[in-house]
């Protein structure tokens, strides 16, 4: 068992959160896919910077396209153009970096009506400032696509396709 704070983070791969180049909290993943909370954030008051504060990707590489999705794992299913709101649910912060960040952004999130509806959201949010945004929707989780099919969305969202 892996403890912290009497928080049980075992059975779980930790997931580093960086910004602006600094490691500012973690996500932890249950890897058994057998615990009702797959995903356990670090304690708030562990954080320097609250991860619902920020957007996780990989800063360094984005451009003026962005594709948001839900998760870390749908990032990294993405690559370098993607980032995550930690969930279906975002903040007004992450809203303003989202628009500072990028000029056009794909929203893909997972199909469930909820999901799609925050997507609906997040889209007329980002048009409202001004973003050149679109929602892409697709079977299932982004996370569980074929890379095959990822990498033909990836293209087709730089390549203005859509």
């Known amino acids: 068992m892996g403890f912290l704070d009497k928080v049980d983070y075992g059975r779980r791969i930790l997931i580093p959160i960086y910004w602006d180049g600094n490691p500012v909290t973690f996500q932890a993943r249950d890897i058994t896919d057998q615990h009702p909370m797959k995903y356990l954030a670090c304690m708030k008051e562990r954080e320097i910077i609250h991860h619902k504060e920020l957007i996780y990707g990989n800063q360094q590489f984005w451009g003026d396209t962005g594709i948001c999705v839900e998760g870390v794992m749908d990032v990294w299913r993405f690559g370098v153009n993607a980032f ?14 989202i628009s500072k960040s990028f000029k056009r952004v794909a929203v893909i999130f997972d199909d469930e009506l909820q999901a799609q509806n925050q997507a609906k959201k997040l889209v007329a949010d980002l048009r409202f400032r001004g973003i050149d945004s679109f929602l892409i929707q697709i079977e299932g989780d982004p996370g569980g696509m ?17």
Do not use: P
């Not at 995550?84 to 970096?97: D, M, N, S, V």
């Not at 074929?146 to 859509?162: H, P, T, V």
């Open 84 to 97: 995550a709101t930690f969930g279906i649910e975002y903040t007004h912060k992450q809203l303003r970096i």
């Open 146 to 162: 074929d890379q095959g099919e990822a990498n033909y969305l990836i293209s087709n969202i730089l390549n203005n396709k859509f």
